[in-house]
């Protein structure tokens, strides 16, 4: 399974970016997907994820109401439409995606970095 995420960059605070993760080895509506972030100095955290078929989602409290996860199956793709950015989501964005049991978050892609200035 190859996931190769992309869309990162440099915002100031109060943009929008919208991250793209496409899948490729497997079925990817079989499974769900997610993403995760990293900050310097600090331990990769969940930020939001959602089920096979996009009807079910959740996010961390600290984006709650600013980021948007969703999925084109069509295209294989996972995306997260970040909004009203805070310098304190820079960060390296990772998606990520269940190992053959299906179970947590095993699989992850190369990363895309976010810059947001204040």
């Known amino acids: 399974v190859q996931l190769q995420a992309s869309g990162g960059g440099l915002v100031q605070a109060g943009g929008s970016l919208r991250l793209s993760c496409v899948a490729s080895?497997?079925?990817?509506?079989?499974?769900?997907m997610g993403w995760f972030r990293q900050a310097p100095g600090k331990e990769r955290e969940f930020v939001a994820d959602?089920?096979?078929?996009?009807?079910?989602?959740r996010c961390a409290a600290s984006v709650k109401g600013r980021f948007i996860i969703s999925r084109d199956n069509g295209k294989n793709t996972v995306y997260l439409q970040m909004n009203d950015l805070k310098p304190e989501d820079t960060a390296v964005y990772y998606c990520?995606?269940?190992?053959?049991?299906?179970?947590?978050?095993?699989?992850w892609g190369q990363g895309t970095l976010v810059t947001v200035s204040s």
């Open positions: 990520a995606a269940p190992g053959a049991s299906g179970i947590g978050f095993s699989l």
């Open positions: 080895g497997r079925t990817f509506s079989r499974y769900n």
């Open positions: 959602i089920n096979e078929s996009g009807d079910i989602t």
